[in-house]
Structure formats: structure tokens, C-alpha cells
């Protein structure tokens, strides 16, 4: 394994080091978010806290949460902590209710991004000048800008092919030689279809980063296999200031690595505010240490992982690992008493020999009462009493299991839609 680092220095820095740098960056955003914004003032008085109170990181526990619905209260930009004249950019997420969640950025806080993005793409195995594909739009979601400022801070070559036109897609990747695919992974699953489809050549990317959805062992090693790449899975979020911001795995795929340079992770009980023993399962909450138009201080993230370890990696880096997120507190499903992760269902499928990637979890409610139905495309000869026979060993109930032909299934452009409500 080649060990390459963006920034030697800070992704290998013993763990004092970064905690004394998080030390003295904590109290530094705590002054700043203070100072600046009466939203974040008045939640600090509410305890009667003063910044001088957090000491550190072993105070951290006296600072309030704050959550998505509060992103959503402060629409437009009701917690920033700049200037307007100083935002330079913004990015947007709107999610299933529909009420957006903005993010700010100043000059610096896009260099910040930059900065942790082109960790990522160093860390995936990227070299300067390779060219990067980027399929995700460039618009308000963070996606396709945050693929972009990383690539600059890192000296890649750009190609914004944005979303769609997959035959195309293909070919400019095969003319130009893109080297790093960069997208959602059921965008990854769509070209490998098209590739079978249209009978193309396929690109010669060697690396594959994938956000914004989670994704099983399985699927990853399908779409591995399928485009011949070794498969990241990065992550960031609007709230935390993008994709790559938080971290991704490295080539040792033994957890993602945090940047803890830039951002404090703490993993809570469900529901409280008290943090669990490393290697429990619980929801992440995360400190952003370097953001100025808006940082996060304790945003409950809603998404469930634990700390794997706080080692030193294989890779040299010493920045902690938490385990790929496993779903959102929001996404768990309950059907008929039990309660399962949509990335279970799909791992179960993908472990069936003829089952293809595209596939839909249906919860069905007929008079308050909850089935599920998982309709998969497969090969011939794979059939539903086969899929339900699988999924009741993997998952130890019984959904209903429809096959399709391969193409039957509807496909999105973006993230998936993988699981549907449908309440007769
Ligand atoms: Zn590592």
C-alpha cells in the first residue's frame, strides 16, 4: 500500500498533538460563535455559560445540541456568524419535509473544504494531474462543488460532466483518460449498465468516491468489480460544510477517518446527551473547529456509527476511524415488530448469485398496519421464493420478494430512492 498524504504534518500528528490543537481550537470557535451571533449567544446564556467556561474538550459536554430542525428555524441565514459581504458561496439541502437547510461560506471556509477534500483524493490513491470525473450536478446540493475545490486544492484535472447523458459520460472519460470517478454509488450501478447496454469500452478510472448514500459491504464489491476501481465511501454533509469534510476510509477500508484537525466527534446515546464507550453504537455528533460563517457546535447529525478505533491506521494516519455510517436514527424501519436498516435488506440481496444492483424496499400500510415487499432485478432463473428465503435467514422475518428483468425497476439521476412508502 502507498501511503501519500495532502498535508503529512496534520494528518500524522500524534493523537496529544491533536488534542491539544482541539484544546485550543475549541475555545477559539466557542469566543468566535459567541461574539458573533446572538442565536448561538443566547443558546450559551440560556446555561449561563460564558466562552471562558469551556476550557476545552473536557468541557464540551456543558454546550447544548444543536439539530437539524434548528438549520431549518434559521433559514436564511439567521445563525450565521459572518458578514453577508464576507459569504462567498452557499449550498443547500432540502430533505423529505422540504424545508432547506442552508450553509455559508467565506473565502476561508472554502479553502477548509478544499483542504479536507483533497485529503480525500490523495487518501483514495489520486495523483497530481490525474483527472478527476465529476457526476454530480453543480448546483445547490454540495456534491459537485465540493468535488471541484478539492480537486483545485489538490492540483487534479477537472472534468465536470455533471449528472446524466451516461453514454457520453463514457466517452469522455475514455478520451481524456479520467482516472478518479467521483458521484453517488447508484450512479456508479446505472454505468454499469449502460456499459453492458452500449457495449463501451470501459474508462480507465482507478479509483471510485462515492457520498451521500449509505452502502453495503456487498454493493460495494459489486460496483468494484463491475468498474474494475477500488471503491471510497466519503462523507460530509450541508450542516458540517460538505462532502469530504467529515472524512472518508482510506486504502486500509477499516473505518472512515475523521479530520480531527477540523472537527470534534462525539458518539451519544440515542436520544441523550451522555456519550457511549468507544466500539458502541450510537449517533454522532460533531463540533466543526475552523468553519467562521457557520459553524456547528454539537449538531446531531442523526447518523448512526461507532468509534472503531483511535490508533494509529496501517495508512500512518492517526486521525480517528468511526465505522461507515450505518443509517440514519430517522431511516430505521420497524415492520411488524422488527427493526432493520435499509443496508441490511440490500446487503442480503446482493449476497444472492443472479441478483442485480437495483432493487426497492416497499413498506405497505393497509389499515396501520406495516408489510414490506423488496422488489429486485435479476438474471432468469432467480425467483421470489428464493429471494424470500434469503432475506428471512439474513434478516429473520419474511418480506414478500418480486424479481424483475433487468431495467424494470424505475432509476433516478442522483441519489436513489431506495425505500417507498405506500399506504393504501
Ligand atoms: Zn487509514
Not at 70 to 98: N, Q, W
Not at 124 to 151: C, E, K, M
Not at 220 to 225: F, L, M, N, P
Request: some cysteine; aromatic content about 8%.
Amino acid at each position: 500500500m502507498s501511503d501519500r498524504y495532502h498535508n503529512p504534518q496534520l494528518e500524522t500528528m500524534s493523537t496529544d498533538e491533536i488534542r491539544s490543537l482541539q484544546d485550543r481550537r475549541l475555545r477559539a470557535i466557542t469566543e468566535h460563535v459567541y461574539a458573533r451571533n446572538s442565536w448561538f449567544r443566547a443558546r450559551l446564556d440560556a446555561r449561563s455559560l460564558a466562552p471562558a467556561d469551556i476550557r476545552g474538550l473536557a468541557d464540551i459536554g456543558r454546550l447544548p445540541t444543536m439539530s437539524k430542525e434548528d438549520f431549518r428555524a434559521g433559514y436564511p441565514l439567521v445563525m450565521s456568524c459572518v458578514d453577508k459581504t464576507a459569504i462567498v458561496e452557499m449550498h443547500m439541502s432540502s430533505g423529505s419535509t422540504g424545508t432547506p437547510v442552508v450553509m455559508p461560506y467565506t473565502r476561508v471556509d472554502i479553502d477548509q473544504w478544499g483542504e479536507c477534500m483533497a485529503r480525500c483524493y490523495r487518501m483514495a490513491g489520486a495523483d497530481p494531474g490525474d483527472i478527476v470525473q465529476i457526476t454530480p450536478s453543480f448546483g445547490l446540493f454540495n456534491g459537485g462543488f465540493g468535488f471541484f475545490h478539492g480537486a483545485r486544492s489538490m492540483g487534479l484535472f477537472v472534468l465536470p460532466t455533471g449528472a446524466g447523458n451516461t453514454a457520453r459520460q463514457l466517452r469522455l472519460a475514455n478520451d481524456f483518460g479520467a482516472k478518479v470517478l467521483t458521484g453517488v454509488v447508484s450512479y456508479a450501478i446505472r454505468i454499469m449498465e449502460v456499459l453492458d447496454e452500449e457495449k463501451l469500452p470501459l474508462p480507465p478510472w482507478k479509483v471510485g468516491i462515492f457520498g451521500a448514500e449509505c452502502f453495503s459491504d456487498a454493493m460495494k464489491q459489486k460496483v468494484a468489480g463491475g468498474l474494475g476501481i477500488e471503491v471510497f465511501d466519503i462523507y460530509g454533509m450541508t450542516e458540517t460544510g460538505g462532502v469530504g469534510t467529515l472524512g472518508m476510509d482510506c486504502r486500509a477500508h477499516d473505518g472512515l477517518h475523521v479530520w480531527e484537525d477540523h472537527y470534534v466527534v462525539e458518539v451519544l446515546a440515542r436520544g441523550a446527551d451522555q456519550p457511549v464507550a468507544d466500539g458502541q453504537m450510537g449517533e454522532l455528533v460533531v463540533t466543526s473547529l475552523t468553519r467562521e460563517a457557520l459553524p456547528v457546535i454539537r449538531f446531531r447529525t442523526g447518523d448512526l456509527t461507532r468509534v472503531l478505533s483511535r490508533q494509529r491506521c496501517a495508512c500512518g494516519r492517526t486521525h480517528v476511524r468511526v465505522a461507515p455510517i450505518t443509517g440514519r436514527v430517522d431511516d430505521m424501519l420497524i415492520v411488524k415488530g422488527v427493526n432493520f436498516w435499509p443496508r441490511q435488506v440490500e446487503q442480503a440481496l446482493m449476497e444472492i448469485p443472479g441478483v442485480r444492483s437495483n432493487y426497492q424496499i416497499v413498506i405497505e400500510e393497509v389499515d396501520g398496519v406495516r408489510d414490506i415487499r423488496v422488489n429486485v432485478e435479476a438474471d432468469p432463473g432467480v425467483t421470489g421464493f428464493m429471494v424470500e428465503k434469503h432475506l428471512k435467514e439474513a434478516l429473520g422475518f419474511s418480506p414478500k420478494g418480486d424479481v424483475f428483468a433487468p431495467g424494470q425497476l424505475p432509476r433516478q439521476e442522483g441519489k436513489a430512492q431506495r425505500v417507498v412508502f405506500e399506504k393504501k
